[in-house]
């Protein structure tokens, strides 16, 4: 996150004696690693990115929310130091590209020290029905398929052949996620990351307002060129998909990219 720099406060709007616990979960490319560096530079956050690799369940959740942090989740996070580097929290315990001395209870001691924890995961590993399960509230970021596409394309997560196979299971998550509704006395909060690129202060504003129960907006400090760098993502598709393959997407996904 090297163009944002900011140390939030913790908020006076927060209750302290009740630890949240919120479910981050978008499509792969589709946006909750932008929200995530956000959400990080808040010093009451406790950030778990990408554990719907082995946070599958309920009760995996409960553990973490009640900050036990089992070996499995320990485990991951030293075998992926590029994934611990997404957060304060973990990335403390690492250098050198390394997290080999990390231990459980560093993060127990980590998560025990902040008021929110915010568990990262993709809706390919977490399911609608896993989610309302999970007692706890979720923040869904939904993007343009096209830019989730075009960026798995580049990073060669997907192949042109795959694409329109790939675009119908892709818009068919998209599509359920966006329209879902809480079933519980949880919040389930949309972001559009087209909107968080354009304005992030308003789209955490409302977020904010929404999950913490704070009209305190977050003070942050984006550089030109990671403001810049975001509101490019929005439209960087138009220049690196072909025309043929957006043709593919918009064919699979319909209503979802008529705007």
Not at 85 to 112: P, Q, W
Request: a negative charge.
């Amino acid at each position: 996150s090297s163009g944002i720099n900011a140390e939030w406060p913790l908020r006076p709007g927060i209750d302290l004696s009740k630890r949240s616990q919120i479910l981050l979960v978008s499509e792969t490319a589709g946006g909750r690693d932008v929200l995530g560096g956000f959400l990080d530079n808040d010093s009451s956050v406790f950030y778990l990115p990408e554990v719907s690799q082995v946070a599958k369940s309920g009760g995996d959740f409960q553990k973490l929310a009640h900050c036990t942090i089992t070996e499995a989740v320990l485990e991951f996070y030293k075998d992926h130091p590029e994934i611990s580097a997404k957060s304060k929290s973990l990335k403390k315990f690492c250098s050198d590209g390394s997290c080999g001395n990390m231990t459980v209870s560093d993060l127990k001691r980590e998560c025990l020290s902040r008021y929110v924890a915010v568990l990262g995961g993709a809706s390919e590993d977490w399911s609608l029905s896993v989610i309302d399960d999970a007692d706890t509230d979720t923040i869904y970021v939904s993007r343009d398929p096209r830019s989730i596409v075009s960026d798995l394309l580049q990073a060669d997560e997907i192949s042109e052949e795959s694409i329109q196979g790939y675009s119908t299971q892709l818009c068919s998550r998209l599509d359920a996620f966006s329209k879902h509704e809480s079933s519980s006395h949880h919040v389930y909060h949309v972001v559009k990351y087209e909107s968080l690129a354009k304005s992030p202060l308003t789209s955490l504003a409302s977020l904010y307002h929404s999950l913490l129960d704070t009209t305190d907006i977050p003070k942050l400090a984006l550089s030109r060129e990671f403001k810049n760098q975001l509101y490019l993502s929005i439209s960087t598709w138009k220049t690196q998909l072909a025309q043929i393959l957006v043709d593919a997407v918009e064919e699979e996904c319909g209503s979802l990219v008529k705007s």
